[in-house]
């Protein structure tokens, strides 16, 4: 097959067409975060934020569960009048603690990923075996 042919070209369209489709919900996603209420449910959508806000990821980060009890308690009673318990009864600041956690669990997954994968290439250097 040419490089040049109509083959090359229909390979081409239909992997710029599949990257375009996976990329898309992504993009639209993160901007969607930048976007203000009012933008955000109009019947035309905007492809880049008019007004760039930062207001969600700082109710995110800085989210106080303690203050949401209190507002949400009154909804905390079910039909009998009996309490129940809440779903928001975690304590910690927000998004903070569980970031750490995930930052944690991740940097570890990659440095023992990395030992292990280094050990096993010089362990087949040594053997002389190829990969």
Known sequence: M???????YWYYV??????IIIIFPIYW??????KKPNELITSEP???????TLQYYDQMWNFDRQKRLQDTEAEDINSTGVKIGSKYRLD??????????SAIVSVGTII???IVCTLGAY???ILNTPF
């Not at 996603?29 to 930048?34: D, K, Y």
């Not at 910690?92 to 956690?101: H, M, Q, S, T, V």
């Open 2 to 8: 040419k490089r040049y042919s109509s083959d090359w």
């Open 14 to 19: 239909i992997n710029y067409t599949l990257v």
């Open 29 to 34: 996603t993160l901007i969607s975060s930048f």
């Open 46 to 52: 905007t492809f880049y934020p008019q007004d760039i």
């Open 92 to 101: 910690g600041e927000g998004i903070k603690r569980p970031f750490l956690n």
């Open 112 to 114: 023992l990923t990395i």
């Open 123 to 125: 362990a087949l250097t």
